[in-house]
């Protein structure tokens, strides 16, 4: 079956600019998950859905950055005002209800800001 | 002290070489575990699950050790394609999965 699907996997933006990016879930999987990993670096948590609602927001860096979910299926990413410091791989993972901690990942959007 | 720790490697080991990593976490309250694997410039994949028993996968082996907070991956027969960076990840109820910053693999010939 299909995988998670992530759009665009590259994406080069001025700085100032803001960004969407956007995850497409496994199909029934309830919990979704984004992360950003830095060149080099460890994966770091932003944010986590179940179902429409999130109840995890702490991994924000801060407020120029907001996720939303509809129909328990699609997400987007929006990084407003975007900083060179935002230039990373931005990865989407989600999982099914039975086996939350079993986390699925998308092949990632990579930011550049310029 | 950071969340999960990992010794960064790299580990360099010859074909059919068994090579163990390790990974201790701060928080007594983490309830799962796992190891995922991470090629480079690809996203991670769940590799296995740890089980409080230990668990065997094939040429892998997990286990934990609960008192001590400390998690291991031991590889047997080390194969090329087995070059990859080994993340550790837990997990506490109700939060996303913590990540190590992994661990890196190089088998070579």
């Known amino acids: 079956g299909a995988g998670v699907s992530q759009s665009p996997s590259n994406k080069v933006t001025e700085k100032g600019k803001d960004v969407e990016l956007r995850c497409d879930p496994i199909s029934g999987h309830t919990a979704l998950y984004w992360y950003r990993q830095r060149l080099g670096q460890g994966l770091e948590f932003l944010i986590y859905f179940q179902g429409n609602s999130a ?60 | ?59 892998f082996t997990a286990q934990l050790n609960r008192a001590s907070q400390y998690i291991s991956l031991l590889i047997r027969d080390s194969k090329l394609s087995d070059s990859a960076t080994y993340l550790c990840v837990v997990n506490q109820a109700g939060t996303a999965l913590i990540f190590g910053k992994g661990t890196t693999l190089s088998v070579s010939s």
């Open chain 1, 55 to 114: 109840p995890d927001k702490s991994g924000l860096p801060s407020d120029r950055f907001s996720a939303e979910r509809t129909g328990e299926s699609v997400s987007t990413l929006t990084i407003q005002r975007t900083q060179q410091e935002d230039s990373a791989v931005y990865l989407c993972a989600s999982s099914s209800r039975a086996v939350l901690y079993e986390q699925y990942f998308g092949p990632g959007t990579r930011l550049t800001v310029t």
């Open chain 2, 1 to 59: 002290r950071k969340e999960v720790e990992q010794d960064p490697g790299p580990f360099n080991v010859p074909e059919g070489a068994t090579v163990a990593f390790n990974c201790t976490y701060s928080n007594s309250a983490s309830q799962s575990f796992f190891w995922y694997r991470q090629d480079c410039r690809k996203e991670p994949k769940l590799l296995m699950s740890v089980y409080s028993s230990g668990n065997e996968d094939g040429r």
